[in-house]
C-alpha cells in the first residue's frame, strides 16, 4: 500500500510504500522529545515529493541517523539511516501519514538509552 504524508505546514511531503503493520517507540534522548512512532521501510519504497533543499537536518550522537525535520514549521516527518547489516532504510514518523488511524497500530517499544553513545 502506497502512503502519503507531510509536515503539518506541507513544506515536506513523501510517499512510502509497503505495510504498515506495526510502529516503534524509541526511549532515546531525541525520540522521546519528538513522539515520533517510527515505520521502518527501504529507503527505495520511500519517495521525497519535494526538493531535499526544503528539508533540515538534525545529528547527534555517532552521526548515523539523519533525522530531517521542517524548519518552517519544525515537525520531522521522516529520517534516514542504515540497518545494522547496511541497508539504507527510512524511518517514517506515522503521525504524519494521511489517514493512518494511529489507534489501529500495534506499537513496539525500542529502548534507544541502551544503546552505546
Not at 16 to 36: D, F, M, Q, V, W
Not at 83 to 110: H, K, M, S, W, Y
Request: glycine share 8%.
Amino acid at each position: 500500500m502506497k502512503f502519503q504524508g507531510s509536515c503539518h505546514c506541507g513544506r515536506i511531503r513523501f510517499e512510502a510504500e509497503g505495510e504498515l503493520r506495526s510502529a516503534t517507540s524509541c526511549n532515546c534522548s531525541i525520540c522521546r522529545r519528538k513522539g515520533t512512532l517510527m515505520w521502518f521501510v527501504p529507503r527505495d519504497a520511500f519517495t521525497l515529493l519535494t526538493p531535499e533543499s526544503d528539508t533540515s537536518t538534525y545529528l547527534f550522537n555517532r552521526h548515523v541517523v539523519q533525522h530531517r525535520f521542517c524548519s518552517t514549521c519544525g515537525i520531522h516527518p521522516y529520517g534516514e539511516g542504515k540497518t545494522p547489516t547496511g541497508e539504507a532504510v527510512a524511518a517514517v514518523n506515522i503521525r504524519c501519514l494521511d489517514g493512518v488511524d494511529l489507534e489501529t497500530i500495534p506499537v513496539q517499544v525500542f529502548d534507544g538509552r541502551a544503546l552505546p553513545a
